[in-house]
């Protein structure tokens, strides 16, 4: 499991320690080092005769970048040094002089600073950090527009390997916010412990590969902002069935997806759940679609007319494939979602059932939407915020948790990556997707999934003493599965392939894969499955 904690808990968990009088900027810095190091030689074979660039800005985030210049200038390294803030580190400033680094006059044309500046090896930035609100202004923007003007008109492989110093400068730390004028970095060495913004969307993009140092912060009492889950946890959630398990024990999913505009639907939406491994899928829609569901999946039974008559269903998956014009399924949908919540059912709320929500839901539901279905939701219950697909899609957190408040209910938003969050609980963010799941259906095909995964662990989602947080959980295991089956049906191969999905950028080897449709996807989880439950499935 990755997570990220926010800037309060950090700042009062290194509190207490600084007033003890460790030195935290000297572990924070000198690991800096390291990593820029290990990069460079990585890349150029050496780091004697590199030059770095580094950019500083007033606060401590720029000290921690000219006591790792220090190092650096000490090892070789040609270091030049630009200050963009208003003061600089003292300490700090003293330090990397007397190792030798340069400063550059600070002053001088930000178009040539910043051809300077791209013609180095690795530039670490070091403008803020957890101190500053998001959005660099004055000289740092300034000069961070510039150079990436400069980097952008270089050939790829001849661009400098930027290393931000904790988070990408002027990054929304808690809230992941990316606004103009952030230098997207290679890597980002982070100190302590991950902040939210190199997990969440749309920021993370700007975060490369994330390397986390052990200041030593006690962060126990402080509750998890984001949490990815990871192979292992996936498979620690997971239902596996033991002898006494039988189909009605493994979990019965009711689905209520497809309709006569939109009946492949329904096959997806079952196919993935079967494929999962649900006890039971009873499918609850028109017969037409119920008919193309039978011939690919005769183990499905039918479950005709109202909820109470379906028969017994741990769990609902409605509305996929329903289209907004379809008003006698739209109440259908109503009616069995009202009948499911009194009785303490899990739902997965996909598609037509967000236009029939009632006021107030439990957790227990989960809703379903992407960016745009989102936005609508929000517009209808919020409409002085101004909410639309572009702000929900630039501050999904916002947005996320926005939802949550307002219907009570556990909120997954679909995208490249995928947030869930309940009323209570960190934010769930897994990116394991690959760019090719971007097609026709796959949320049809998420939708059976998580319908199957709440079904399968029914009794502890409704039982007493269930954990309020599950639902979200499940959510985030239904999303990285997904994801996961996506990336095995596409080919996508190596950590290259995999980085290359998660950053948008090309990889230096592995496979970044091939198209996909909607239906491998669903087929490629038996497999996938297996292999998490046998340990061999990475990350
Ligand atoms: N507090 C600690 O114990 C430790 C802090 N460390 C480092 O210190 C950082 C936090 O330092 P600070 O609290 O001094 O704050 P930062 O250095 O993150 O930011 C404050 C500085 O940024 C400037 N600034 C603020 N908003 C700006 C904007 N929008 N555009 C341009 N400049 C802006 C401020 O004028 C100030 O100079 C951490 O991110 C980390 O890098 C590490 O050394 C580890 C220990
Ligand atoms: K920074």
């Given at each position: 499991?990755?997570?990220?904690?926010?800037?309060?808990?950090?700042?009062?968990?290194?509190?207490?320690?600084?007033?003890?009088?460790?030195?935290?900027?000297?572990?924070?810095?000198?690991?800096?080092?390291?990593?820029v190091?290990?990069?460079?030689?990585?890349?150029?074979?050496?780091?004697?005769?590199?030059?770095?660039?580094?950019?500083?800005?007033?606060?401590?985030?720029?000290?921690?970048?000219?006591?790792?210049?220090?190092?650096?200038?000490?090892?070789?390294?040609?270091?030049?040094?630009?200050?963009?803030?208003?003061?600089?580190?003292?300490?700090?400033?003293?330090?990397?002089?007397?190792?030798?680094?340069?400063?550059?006059?600070?002053?001088?044309?930000?178009?040539?600073?910043?051809?300077?500046?791209?013609g180095?090896?690795?530039?670490l930035?070091?403008?803020?950090?957890?101190?500053?609100?998001?959005?660099?202004?004055?000289?740092?923007?300034?000069?961070?527009?510039?150079?990436?003007?400069?980097?952008?008109?270089?050939?790829?492989?001849?661009?400098?390997?930027?290393?931000?110093?904790?988070?990408?400068?002027?990054?929304?730390?808690?809230?992941?916010?990316?606004?103009?004028?952030?230098?997207?970095?290679?890597?980002?060495?982070?100190?302590?412990?991950?902040?939210?913004?190199?997990?969440?969307?749309?920021?993370?993009?700007?975060?490369?590969?994330?390397?986390?140092v052990?200041?030593g912060?006690?962060?126990?009492?402080?509750?998890?902002?984001?949490?990815?889950?990871?192979?292992?946890?996936?498979?620690?959630?997971?239902?596996?069935?033991?002898?006494?398990?039988?189909?009605?024990?493994?979990?019965?999913?009711?689905?209520?997806?497809?309709?006569?505009?939109?009946?492949?639907?329904?096959?997806?939406?079952?196919?993935?759940?079967?494929?999962?491994?649900?006890?039971?899928?009873?499918?609850?829609?028109?017969?037409?679609?119920?008919?193309?569901?039978?011939?690919?999946?005769?183990?499905?039974?039918?479950?005709?007319?109202?909820?109470?008559?379906?028969?017994?269903?741990?769990?609902?998956?409605?509305g996929?494939?329903?289209g907004?014009?379809?008003?006698?399924?739209?109440?259908?949908?109503?009616?069995?979602?009202?009948?499911?919540?009194?009785?303490?059912?899990?739902?997965?709320?996909?598609?037509?059932?967000?236009?029939?929500?009632?006021?107030?839901?439990?957790?227990?539901?989960?809703?379903?939407?992407?960016?745009?279905?989102?936005?609508?939701?929000?517009?209808?219950?919020?409409?002085?915020?101004?909410?639309?697909?572009?702000?929900?899609?630039?501050?999904?957190?916002?947005?996320?948790?926005?939802?949550?408040?307002?219907?009570?209910a556990?909120?997954?938003?679909?995208?490249?990556?995928?947030?869930?969050?309940?009323?209570?609980?960190?934010?769930?963010?897994?990116?394991?997707?690959?760019?090719?799941?971007?097609t026709?259906?796959?949320?049809?095909?998420?939708?059976?999934?998580?319908?199957?995964?709440?079904?399968?662990?029914?009794?502890?989602?409704?039982?007493?003493?269930?954990?309020?947080?599950?639902?979200?959980?499940?959510?985030?295991?239904?999303?990285?599965?997904?994801?996961r089956?996506?990336?095995?049906?596409?080919?996508?191969?190596?950590?290259?392939?995999?980085?290359?999905?998660?950053?948008?950028?090309?990889p230096?080897?592995?496979?970044?894969?091939?198209?996909?449709?909607?239906?491998?996807?669903?087929?490629?989880?038996?497999?996938?499955?297996?292999?998490?439950?046998?340990?061999?499935?990475?990350?």
């Open positions: 499991m990755r997570t990220a904690h926010r800037v309060t808990d950090v700042v009062d968990a290194e509190t207490p320690l600084l007033a003890a009088g460790v030195p935290l900027m000297e572990r924070a810095s000198f690991a800096l080092a390291l990593a190091a290990s990069d460079l030689r990585a890349r150029r074979g050496r780091v004697v005769g590199a030059r770095i660039g580094v950019l500083v800005g007033g606060g401590n985030n720029g000290g921690d970048a000219l006591i790792a210049a220090a190092h650096l200038a000490r090892r070789g390294a040609a270091v030049e040094i630009v200050g963009v803030g208003r003061a600089m580190h003292e300490a700090g400033a003293a330090r990397a002089r007397a190792a030798g680094a340069r400063f550059l006059d600070a002053d001088q044309d930000a178009g040539e600073l910043a051809g300077r500046l791209a180095c090896a690795a530039l930035d070091g403008i803020t950090g957890i101190g500053a609100s998001s959005g660099l202004r004055g000289r740092a923007l300034e000069v961070v527009t510039a150079l990436r003007g400069a980097m952008a008109s270089r050939p790829r492989g001849e661009r400098p390997w930027v290393v931000a110093v904790d988070v990408p400068s002027g990054v929304g730390v808690d809230d992941g916010a990316l606004p103009e004028g952030v230098l997207p970095a290679d890597r980002t060495v982070t100190m302590g412990t991950a902040k939210p913004a190199l997990l969440l969307p749309p920021a993370e993009v700007a975060a490369g590969e994330v390397t986390t052990a200041l912060l006690d962060l126990t009492g402080a509750s998890h902002a984001v949490v990815r889950l990871e192979a292992g946890d996936l498979a620690e959630e997971w239902a596996v069935p033991g002898p006494a398990d039988h189909k009605y024990t493994r979990g019965v999913l009711g689905i209520a997806a497809g309709s006569d505009t939109y009946p492949g639907a329904a096959v997806l939406a079952t196919s993935a759940a079967v494929r999962a491994g649900a006890g039971m899928v009873r499918y609850a829609g028109p017969d037409a679609a119920a008919a193309q569901v039978l011939t690919r999946h005769p183990e499905v039974v039918r479950g005709l007319g109202e909820a109470d008559q379906v028969g017994r269903v741990q769990a609902w998956l409605l996929s494939g329903v907004a014009g379809d008003t006698e399924r739209l109440a259908w949908l109503e009616r069995t979602l009202t009948h499911a919540v009194e009785r303490g059912i899990p739902v997965v709320a996909d598609a037509g059932a967000l236009a029939v929500l009632p006021e107030r839901l439990p957790a227990t539901v989960l809703l379903t939407p992407h960016a745009g279905e989102l936005a609508g939701l929000l517009a209808a219950r919020d409409p002085r915020a101004g909410w639309d697909r572009a702000r929900v899609e630039a501050l999904p957190v916002r947005a996320l948790r926005r939802a949550v408040d307002l219907t009570g556990t909120v997954l938003l679909k995208g490249a990556t995928t947030l869930v969050a309940g009323p209570s609980g960190p934010v769930h963010s897994q990116a394991e997707a690959t760019p090719w799941l971007g026709a259906g796959a949320g049809d095909v998420l939708a059976g999934l998580a319908g199957m995964v709440l079904a399968s662990r029914a009794g502890d989602l409704t039982g007493a003493g269930a954990d309020p947080e599950l639902t979200a959980r499940l959510g985030a295991v239904a999303a990285s599965v997904h994801g089956a996506a990336r095995r049906a596409a080919g996508v191969e190596g950590a290259a392939g995999v980085e290359a999905s998660r950053t948008r950028r090309a230096a080897g592995g496979s970044v894969g091939g198209p996909i449709t909607a239906l491998d996807v669903a087929e490629a989880l038996p497999s996938v499955i297996r292999d998490l439950l046998d340990g061999t499935l990475g990350g």
